[in-house]
């Protein structure tokens, strides 16, 4: 455990130095006790707030119920309106240029669940507030592993399918299991499931 502790706060630390160059590092904190990306927060920032804000920027696309807005380096970030109606909602950032899992866990600490798909080289860190799906071809799970996309929940959206964010309960072949640290796939595998946040 101390082990798990020690490597999850290296990969932290690591992030954070790494991040103090990136301009993103800027534009992904805290508003608060909430998550925030340019200072917009899901299911807090007034909708119509944010279409104004958004429109003033150079290269912005704003919709009535999506804005798209372009991130340096080599990324963009659309938010949704929110289920509410009134409310900033889902937001999904995409980077070619991507950054790395120590740079997420420095911004928001260990994931309260990891997801493996038997069919594919895809896992997803999960959190009560985010998703961040990272390719695993060699198996092995480390700080510099690359996160290209990034989804922020909607807070007003709750799916009576799948009620813990923590959890994959619905996707045919999903292996959940809680946050290990740095491992290998096959170690993951061999422990216990993880089922609604807890371990079956």
Request: contains cysteine; charged residues 15%.
């Amino acid at each position: 455990m101390a082990l798990t502790f020690g490597l999850t706060l290296l990969a932290m630390v690591a992030g954070q130095t790494r991040a103090a160059d990136d301009l993103r590092a800027r534009q992904f904190y805290w508003c608060g006790t909430s998550p925030c990306v340019m200072g917009i927060t899901p299911g807090n920032t007034d909708w119509h707030e944010a279409q104004t804000t958004l429109a003033r920027q150079q290269h912005s696309y704003v919709q009535p119920k999506s804005i798209v807005f372009p991130l340096q380096p080599e990324g963009e970030a659309s938010f949704f309106i929110s289920v509410d109606g009134v409310s900033v909602g889902r937001t999904y950032l995409s980077f070619r240029q991507p950054v790395s899992v120590g740079w997420l866990m420095a911004r928001y600490g260990s994931p309260c669940g990891l997801t493996f798909y038997l069919y594919s080289d895809t896992i997803t860190l999960r959190y009560p507030f985010l998703l961040a799906n990272i390719n695993l071809p060699d198996g092995h799970l480390h700080p510099h592993m690359p996160v290209h996309n990034i989804q922020f929940s909607d807070p007003h959206f709750m799916m009576k399918a799948q009620p813990d964010v923590c959890v994959d309960n619905i996707t045919d072949g999903a292996r959940n299991r809680r946050w290990l640290g740095f491992a290998d796939r096959w170690y993951y595998l061999l422990q216990a499931p993880l089922k609604n946040g807890q371990e079956s």
